[in-house]
């Protein structure tokens, strides 16, 4: 059973630092791409970055790129996301997901293409 549970969310000002943690078990991280989705009030899911290790490919959408970096250590089965220079645009909860690995020449992004979902973790960024 692929379980994911995420952590390190919280409050932090305009310019700060968080680094987000999801611990996935259950899973080969080679067979997988696992990523990170998020959700603000009253707006749809969406996508901010992924990663497959088994072609070394790392997605961000523009309001990631530049700011945010995601990595994974897979000796502790963990992926994180490294979010910099936050703004208040990024608040919403965080959701880790993961996905049966589908080759190296499509990768989803899209919610509903995502298998596994965590519970989330609530970001806030005041300004």
């Known amino acids: 059973e692929v379980q994911l549970v995420e952590s390190g969310g919280g409050l932090v000002q305009a310019g700060e630092s968080l680094r987000l943690s999801c611990a996935a078990s259950g899973l080969a991280f080679d067979e997988y791409t696992i990523g990170w989705f998020r959700q603000a009030p009253g707006k749809e899911r969406e996508g901010v970055s992924f990663i497959a290790s088994n072609d070394d490919y790392t997605y961000y959408s523009d309001s990631a790129k530049g700011r945010f970096t995601i990595s994974e250590d897979t000796a502790k089965n963990m992926v994180y996301l490294q979010m910099n220079s936050l703004k208040p645009e990024d608040t919403a909860i965080y959701y880790c997901?993961?996905?049966?690995?589908?080759?190296?020449?499509?990768?989803?992004?899209?919610?509903?293409?995502?298998?596994?979902w965590g519970t989330g973790t609530q970001v806030t960024v005041s300004s």
């Open positions: 997901a993961a996905r049966y690995y589908a080759g190296p020449y499509y990768h989803a992004v899209e919610p509903y293409e995502y298998d596994f």
